[in-house]
């Protein structure tokens, strides 16, 4: 099935799907400042969806018509859930489903979701299989393994076999977490296994990658089709641009906060979120000034958007 992953630019970058910070706020925040060619929602859990409607998923899942491509990350381990919640998403206008099958965190893998994936193959394939009943393009990210690095070349052969879009690997266990640095050295061996299984799926990386400068490094190196940024915008919200530190300036990084602080006024209504959810993000927009420190504490102990703008317009004059 033909879909716009047919069509992206090679190489492609991809802004990762992260839990309470890719939603359409902060997705807005990072296409101003330097778009990706892919965003991916937050995770959305298909289960909980399907038992107790959109309530359960808090937002999750708000986009607007601008947002093209995107992808639903989707997560849960009941296939008749997850075909109901891919079939809702194309009825939102996503232009794909992601499943997870790697976030390590124990409210997905206690129940068979995230990473937990691994340990039951079948049952992967079996979320896949309801996923494509939507219609839309199915594509996965998931771990080396869940417990031991050799797991990889056994979960990411039955993953290629399951005939989807692309395929995006974090390069570490479950196990490992974020403690050790990606394992880097596989890239190659686990791009020779896809070329020979299903040479049709798009193979990304993720892990430690914090610019495009560095994925193009290792794209020039392995041949892979794209990269995946997660973390890399919290240090630097330009992190697609070609010099993402030249575009990096105080400045501009303010204008990034003012920014986000409108689009939460805007679609608060439809999130929902509390306005503290909003203090994880000011450590990426406050730095590099003097009193940037200082700033923050201010900021954190702000009850809205207009006592941050007021501390804000303070500062500003001396900021350029």
């Known amino acids: 099935m033909k879909s716009f992953w047919d069509d992206l630019p090679k190489p492609f970058f991809i802004l990762a799907p992260m839990e309470a910070v890719t939603d359409v706020v902060f ?6 400042a330097a778009p990706p060619d892919v965003v991916f929602t937050e995770f959305t859990n298909a289960t909980g969806w399907a038992h107790a409607g959109d309530r359960a998923i808090g937002g999750r899942l708000v986009k607007t018509d601008d947002e093209s491509p995107i992808v639903a990350h989707l997560w849960g381990a009941d296939p008749e859930s997850m075909a109901k919640l891919a079939a809702h998403a194309r009825e939102l206008g996503y232009d794909a ?4 099958m790697g976030c390590p965190d124990s409210s997905a893998t206690k129940s068979g979701g995230g990473a937990g994936m691994i340990r039951t193959p079948e049952n992967a394939a079996a979320i896949i299989a309801a ?12 771990r080396l393994g869940y417990t031991y690095i050799d797991e990889w070349r056994e979960w990411l052969a039955h993953l290629l076999r399951q005939d989807i879009a692309n395929l995006t690997i974090h390069l570490r266990t479950k196990k490992e977490m974020s403690k050790v640095p990606a394992h880097y050295e596989l890239i190659g061996d686990i791009k020779q296994l896809r070329d020979e299984i299903a040479p049709h799926t798009l193979l990304t990386i993720n892990g430690d990658i914090e610019t495009r400068a560095d994925g193009l490094k290792l794209i020039e190196k392995y041949g892979v089709d794209g ?10 919200p330009f992190a697609f641009a070609p010099d993402a530190e030249a575009a990096k300036t105080p400045a501009k990084l303010f204008e990034l906060l003012h920014l986000q602080l409108d689009l939460y006024d805007k679609y608060q209504s439809q999130m929902n979120r509390p306005f503290d959810t909003l203090k994880r993000f000011f450590k990426i927009y406050v730095r590099d000034i003097p009193g940037a420190a200082e700033l923050r504490d201010q900021l954190m102990h702000c009850q809205n958007t207009d006592e941050v703008r007021g501390i804000l317009a303070s500062v500003e004059l001396f900021v350029d």
């Open 131 to 142: 996923a494509k009943t939507s219609g839309l393009p199915v594509s996965a990210k998931t």
């Open 97 to 100: 489903i992601d499943i997870n």
């Open 227 to 236: 990269v995946m940024i997660g973390r890399g915008v919290f240090h630097n």
């Open 27 to 32: 997705r807005h925040v990072v296409k101003a």
